[in-house]
């Protein structure tokens, strides 16, 4: 829903201008991903890594790898060109705190030069508590975790294997280590006052039921908005899941499971996935019009 719904007046004083949270305010603003954090430090089963990191963005599409300074370049040029520029998130394709040189100095090259657009990332959570200090030093407006179960065995239908602490972890382990950061981070920025949603992705058979304990689990832990998507079936995707491959939710499936959710923590129903490097208004996507090749060597 786009409206105010159930959240307090001061929540959607805050959100009421951010093109992805407000269906409304996608009318008038615009955001951009950048691609700059190609590593990833956990394995989900329906991600294939040719492509966007299907936690934030429409799984399928290739998007251009930038650098930091091309990002920057790329982030300048749109800002000159679409006036209602006022979110720049990193959402990939990897993890965008795993990643984090990346994705901080694309950050810092960027607020240095458009100090008032809002920052945001997204991440699986594994990395997210040994970073909230300089999320918080950095001024980010909100972070998006995405959270699948909140039971480590129905983790370990969905995450093959972690790496974490210098080592690689599979099985039970894996998915309760990754469980745990995840909770520890969500906590940690809602008591520093940074806005956090929730991306879930429904796999029918696996954590389509479950995710209405997910939902109440990250409301009761401070997630202002909890957004179920989809799972995108694709051949590529299905391989991880083993030899019959794992369908996508119907829409009707979808819608119900929504429903269910109702009067947890806020969900979002807009959210259209948008590809890691989608420019402009929500709904529309301008990336084809500023893709490296034309964007100029020097801007600002
Ligand atoms: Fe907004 Fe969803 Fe697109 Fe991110 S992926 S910019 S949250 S609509
Ligand atoms: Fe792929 Fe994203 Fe999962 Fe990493 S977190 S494995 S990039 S879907």
Redesign the pocket.
Known sequence: SGGQGDMSPELWARIKDHPCYSEEAHHYFARMHVAVAPA?N???N??N?KYD???ESRPGVVSEKLTPDQAFRKVVTVANEVPQLSVLGIA????ALYDWKKTKATFELVAREIPDIKLCIST?GLALPDHVDELVDMNIDHVTI?INMIDPLIGTKIYPWIFYDHKRWTGLVASQILHERQMLGLEMLAERGILVKVNSVMIPGINDEHLKEVNAAVKARGAFLHNIMPLISDPAHGTHFGLTGQRGPKHAELMALQEACAGGANLMRHCRQCRADAVGLLGEDRGQEFTLDQIPEEVA
């Open positions: 990833c956990i394995q989900c329906y991600c890594r990191c299907a936690n990939g394709p990897g993890d699986n995405t």
